[in-house]
Antibody
């Protein structure tokens, strides 16, 4: 059974840092692109970043470039999101998602999410 | 960046109704369009990928169509468990973008 379990969220002050983790199981983690997607309270979905199978390609949404770093450890079946210089507008539920492709790229499995709250 | 405009933003319907949600891309995205369902407090779940392919395990009352810039998600006969929020999504190139969502409520 495919499982994605996020952790590392919490309350952090503006300007602070946080590292999110996503533990993957039930599939060949090193064979898939992975994404982070976030959802502010009561709002829609927003793609944050993604990374290719060996970590050599990484892409970010404009508002997090230079502040967030996506990475992965295929030996540990884990995905990470290092977040620095956090702002109030980064407050959201953060989901990790597996990217699959068959005629389109899509997220076929999602974690349950970890909540990040940026507030003083 | 390619923008996705979803309509309506909310919709009231009854059990048994046929419902259609639309999504329009600001430029052609071929059939690189997916649909997700999200219930309160839960992660989204994939319904349709590549505009019209039904994800395994999703009931056949859900269907998708379209190509280029205009897409639709249709629920042929609403069931009580279908009241949720639906998002379209394009991902062929970064940044991946979502529609703003359609909240489907019970009339």
């Amino acid at each position: 059974e495919v499982q994605l379990v996020e952790s590392g969220g919490g309350l952090v002050q503006p300007g602070g840092s946080l590292r999110l983790s996503c533990a993957a199981s039930g599939f060949s983690f090193s064979s898939y692109w992975m994404s982070w997607v976030r959802q502010a309270p009561g709002k829609g979905l927003e793609w944050v970043a993604n990374i290719n199978q060996d970590g050599s390609a990484k892409y970010y949404m404009d508002s997090v470039k230079g502040r967030f770093t996506i990475s992965r450890d295929n030996a540990m079946n884990s995905l990470y999101l290092q977040m620095k210089s956090l702002r109030a507008e980064d407050t959201a539920m953060y989901y990790c998602a597996r990217e699959a492709s068959s005629g389109s790229w899509y997220y076929d499995y999602w974690g349950q999410g970890t909540l990040v709250t940026v507030s003083s | 960046d390619i923008q996705m405009t979803q309509s309506p933003s909310s919709l009231s319907a009854s059990v048994g109704d046929r419902v259609t949600i639309t999504c329009r891309a600001s430029q052609s995205i071929n059939t690189y369009l997916n649909w997700y369902q999200q219930k309160p407090g839960k992660a989204p779940g994939l319904l349709i990928y590549a505009a019209s392919s039904l994800q395994s395990g999703v009931p056949s009352r859900f269907s998708g169509s379209g190509s280029g810039t205009d897409f639709t998600l249709t629920i042929s006969s609403l069931q009580p468990e279908d009241f949720a929020t639906y998002f379209c999504h394009r991902s062929h190139s970064t940044p991946h973008t979502f529609g703003q969502g359609t909240k489907l409520e019970i009339k």
